[in-house]
């Protein structure tokens, strides 16, 4: 029988969010948990020292012996200075979702990050000298440094166009999104069984994994977010938001919201 226990664990930034969380006696996998919440409202690679959470979730135990992180119920992540509440809510039959105080779906039409969390950014975009020609010129995309064989998410829904070897960017995937939107995914080591030219994937979708095939000096995932066929930096986007809360459930999401509310503002300090 697995027991359930409530728990909520504050902390503020001074190296990592996973040492504050160890640091904290709270289980580092609540770190990855956070990311999941808020995929699509805070890139975890950006995060900075004095940025401060709390979290308001369920821990489970077998007997006396800890098994794992359960839901997270709430939690009010300040980044950069802003914060971000997430509220859990149940407004589907199959699964919930995460809304802030106004109501608003924090997830997003796009991902902020196309790996979970075991990476860090290499190179962002913009002027550098190249790694392997050593002039300077423009980088069109975001390095993040990780393990071969670090799986690739599709940072959204859309249709494969390419599926192969591209030139420098060794073994590629191009996603389709619509007409507007498209994302690129270089230097895999190898691609996902079923990622193929054609193949229609949802967001958060394994497409690949992290390799170093191609023009690179080491393992990570080189992308790209193209709008209108142009390179842009994905980290200065407006993204598209998600689906509102349906009118109908709001007033329930207003009761849920509100105890939540009364739990966290109990541990700002």
Known sequence: EVKTEIKT??????SSLYQTLVNAKVSPVLAIEMANVYAWSIDFYQIQVKDSFIVHFEERYVGDE?????????ASFTHKGKVINAFRFKENENYADYFDENGNNLRSAFLKSPLKFDARISSGFGKRKHPISGKWKTHKGTDYAARTGTPIMTTASGTITHASRKGGYGNCVIVKHNDKYSTLYAHLSKFKSGAKKGSYVKQGDIIGYVGSTGYATGPHLHYEFMLYGKQVDHRKQELPPSLPLKEENKEEFEKVRNEYIKILENFVK
Do not use: S
Request: positive net charge; glycine residues 20%; proline residues 0%.
């Open 9 to 14: 664990a504050t902390g503020i930034i001074n």
């Open 66 to 74: 800890y098994v794992g992180i359960g839901k997270i119920y709430a």
